[in-house]
């Protein structure tokens, strides 16, 4: 049930506590049964809220849904890239960004509203982390955009040491090192890396029903690439929708978005 004197103090209509308002920005049909919480790419030091407003604008469903854009660790204390991250900072702050996706899910879920997940790009990396960690159970339905479940070693480590990536084509990986990145940008980078080094058609593997999961990629997404034979067949296995589109990154977010929400929402 809302607590109608919490909805009405934070004039939202929804029951929001102070702890899971700092978790993010809000907005949208506060009188909807269903919530979609958005976990952006990146990884950005801001919460990005007005791109997520002008994203969604490509879809007719956003108006039905009341819109929870949640907080990284990153975009909470964006002082803590800094200084150089060890890998394992890196982990340890992408489990706390997962730690803020549960409890605001978990709140809305208390409330007896749906949940939906938009995770794009690193935001699809921290969402399957979530799913492996929590359960693919702890939310409704899944929308996942120009991710990777498993990213090239190459790419992987690159990204682990703070250097760049990419693919040409969305098939040729490269790698670069950083000489004019900043600190700031090698420690995004290893947010990203902590994620990509694991191998995410094994550990989804465990779960025999991904019925509620729709995944989107480019065949030439620069960022991430294609994907690869062993993905296509973890993902087919499990029952996950998939939808892809002939081109790169940013194109396949734009033109994948509006049947993406008719497909998993």
């Not at 991430?224 to 998939?242: C, D, K, P, V, W």
Request: hydrophobic letters at 40%; aromatic letters at 8%; one cysteine or more.
């Amino acid at each position: 049930m809302i607590d109608e004197e919490m909805a009405e103090e934070n004039n939202t209509g929804v029951a929001l506590s102070s702890e899971i308002m700092a978790l993010g920005n809000f907005f949208g049909n506060v009188s909807s049964s269903v919530v979609l919480i958005n976990v952006q790419g990146g990884p950005s030091t801001t919460l990005m809220t007005t791109e997520l407003k002008e994203l969604l604008a490509k879809t007719e469903r956003d108006n039905n849904f009341f819109i929870f854009n949640v907080h990284q660790q990153q975009t909470k204390a964006p002082e803590k890239l800094a200084t150089a991250l060890t890998l394992a900072s890196a982990n340890e702050m992408n489990q706390e960004s997962i730690d803020n996706i549960a409890r605001v899910i978990q709140h809305f879920k208390v409330q007896d509203k749906k949940v939906y997940v938009l995770g794009i790009g690193y935001g699809a990396y921290l969402t399957q982390e979530l799913i492996v960690r929590e359960g693919n159970n702890i939310a409704d339905s899944y929308l996942l955009m120009a991710g990777r479940l498993d990213m090239p070693e190459v790419i992987a480590q690159s990204f682990s040491e703070g250097n760049t990536g990419g693919f040409i084509n969305g098939k040729t990986p490269f790698t670069g090192a950083p000489s004019t990145s900043t600190e700031v940008e090698k420690n995004q980078n290893k947010l990203l890396g902590s994620l990509a080094n694991n191998r995410y058609t094994v550990a989804l593997a465990k779960y025999n029903d991904l019925t509620n999961v729709t995944y989107c990629f480019g065949t030439e997404d620069e960022s991430f690439g294609q994907l690869s034979q062993n993905e296509r067949a973890l993902l087919i296995t499990r029952q996950a929708n998939i939808l892809e589109w002939e081109g790169g990154h940013e194109e396949t977010i734009e033109n994948l978005l509006d049947m993406g929400f008719s497909t998993a929402f």
